[in-house]
């Protein structure tokens, strides 16, 4: 059984815990808030749990062996780094990190202190998303994809009234792309690996951070467009664009309906895909079977495999705010 520790107690927290113990695999045993009540109210309804209002006594739970980390962004890596110290497994919830360095500090010290780090990007341990990987031809075969997420944050009506909510904010490394954009750039490298060049053209809003934008990803013989946003709304599908015909995906960051249209052969052809009431349900019970056993060689090289993906990720997603001129205050650090 994994011993769970969890930082942040909002909406997303829930729903991973849920998902945890849905597996069978996990037990809540521990909360931290900066308040008490605010740690009481959350951890409540999962039976003994024991709370924490610090970080050095929450992460010096002997009997705590993994924390889920979903607080604000910039405060990622500070957090897991005390977690890795205390040879604690870390899953941070995506964006893991704001930087290069951070990511790559994380992924040394990790290794080092033998213990694993999961950037908690869940799109890519659902099966419809791994239906859409075994269906996809060689990339010679691909010549483009058009991927879009974009949903209005009722947040935005903060910046509206003159204030800098956290996911809107360069000091708490916010904004569009560091946030929903995440899901179509994870999807792009899953599928079609690390990209030659990325930009990014997106709109900034009066915190300094990007509202909605739109970016490519160039790969050696095609393009994928990314668009995301939190200041309006999308109801665009995504599509992969093959040299027999087209694959339209409902959308990438969870897929529930995928439909081939086959050019060649005049046909239209539905995949098979089913999608979780609980979406986190599947990358939960990825990260178990991985910490249960630590000594698997096949789960071993999945592991090293996302988290490769993660660094590239990571990087993209620098890159392209670079790009724009998005400056977070990690940069400087």
């Given at each position: 059984?994994?011993n769970?520790?969890?930082?942040g107690t909002?909406?997303i927290?829930?729903?991973?815990?849920?998902?945890?113990?849905?597996?069978?695999?996990?037990?809540l045993?521990?909360?931290?808030?900066?308040?008490l009540e605010?740690a009481?109210k959350?951890?409540?309804?999962?039976?003994?749990?024991?709370y924490?209002?610090?970080?050095?006594?929450?992460?010096?739970m002997?009997h705590?062996?993994?924390?889920?980390?979903?607080s604000p962004?910039?405060?990622?890596?500070?957090?897991?780094?005390?977690g890795?110290?205390?040879?604690?497994?870390?899953?941070?919830?995506?964006?893991?990190?704001?930087?290069?360095?951070e990511?790559?500090?994380i992924i040394?010290?990790?290794?080092?202190?033998?213990?694993?780090?999961?950037?908690?990007?869940?799109?890519i341990?659902?099966?419809?998303?791994?239906t859409v990987?075994d269906?996809?031809?060689l990339k010679?075969?691909?010549?483009?994809?058009?991927?879009?997420?974009?949903?209005?944050?009722?947040?935005?009506?903060?910046?509206?009234?003159?204030?800098?909510?956290n996911?809107f904010?360069?000091?708490?490394?916010g904004?569009?792309?560091?946030?929903?954009?995440?899901?179509?750039i994870?999807?792009?490298?899953?599928?079609?690996?690390?990209?030659?060049?990325?930009?990014?053209?997106?709109?900034?809003?009066?915190?300094?951070?990007?509202?909605?934008?739109?970016g490519?990803?160039?790969?050696?013989?095609?393009?994928?467009?990314?668009?995301?946003?939190k200041?309006?709304?999308?109801?665009?599908?995504?599509e992969?664009?093959?040299?027999n015909?087209?694959?339209?995906?409902?959308?990438?960051?969870?897929?529930?309906?995928?439909?081939?249209?086959?050019?060649?052969?005049?046909?239209?052809e539905?995949?098979?895909?089913?999608q979780?009431?609980?979406?986190?349900?599947e990358e939960?019970e990825?990260?178990?079977?991985?910490?249960?056993?630590p000594t698997?060689?096949?789960l071993?090289t999945?592991?090293?495999?996302?988290?490769?993906?993660?660094?590239?990720?990571?990087?993209?997603?620098?890159?392209?705010?670079?790009?724009?001129?998005?400056?977070?205050?990690?940069?400087?650090?």
């Amino acid at each position: 059984m994994i011993n769970l520790g969890i930082i942040g107690t909002n909406w997303i927290t829930d729903q991973f815990v849920q998902a945890a113990q849905e597996t069978g695999k996990y037990q809540l045993t521990a909360v931290y808030s900066r308040k008490l009540e605010t740690a009481q109210k959350f951890g409540e309804k999962y039976g003994d749990v024991e709370y924490a209002t610090d970080l050095n006594t929450f992460f010096g739970m002997e009997h705590l062996n993994t924390v889920y980390i979903a607080s604000p962004n910039s405060l990622h890596f500070e957090q897991a780094k005390q977690g890795i110290l205390a040879g604690k497994n870390v899953i941070v919830e995506k964006p893991a990190f704001s930087t290069p360095k951070e990511m790559d500090e994380i992924i040394k010290l990790a290794n080092q202190q033998r213990v694993f780090f999961f950037e908690a990007a869940r799109n890519i341990h659902e099966k419809a998303f791994k239906t859409v990987t075994d269906f996809l031809p060689l990339k010679d075969q691909i010549i483009g994809a058009d991927f879009s997420f974009m949903k209005y944050s009722s947040r935005y009506d903060q910046v509206l009234d003159g204030q800098e909510p956290n996911i809107f904010s360069p000091h708490f490394s916010g904004g569009a792309l560091a946030d929903l954009g995440v899901y179509p750039i994870y999807a792009a490298l899953a599928w079609f690996g690390m990209p030659r060049e990325s930009v990014y053209f997106g709109q900034k809003i009066s915190t300094g951070v990007d509202g909605i934008g739109t970016g490519i990803l160039r790969y050696e013989n095609f393009d994928v467009t990314i668009r995301t946003g939190k200041i309006g709304d999308s109801f665009q599908q995504s599509e992969i664009y093959l040299m027999n015909g087209t694959l339209v995906l409902n959308a990438v960051n969870s897929i529930s309906e995928v439909v081939f249209y086959d050019r060649d052969h005049h046909r239209r052809e539905k995949l098979s895909v089913h999608q979780l009431e609980n979406p986190m349900i599947e990358e939960a019970e990825e990260f178990a079977r991985v910490i249960l056993n630590p000594t698997d060689r096949n789960l071993g090289t999945d592991y090293e495999a996302w988290v490769e993906l993660s660094r590239n990720v990571n990087q993209v997603i620098y890159d392209m705010r670079k790009s724009v001129g998005i400056i977070f205050d990690a940069d400087e650090k």
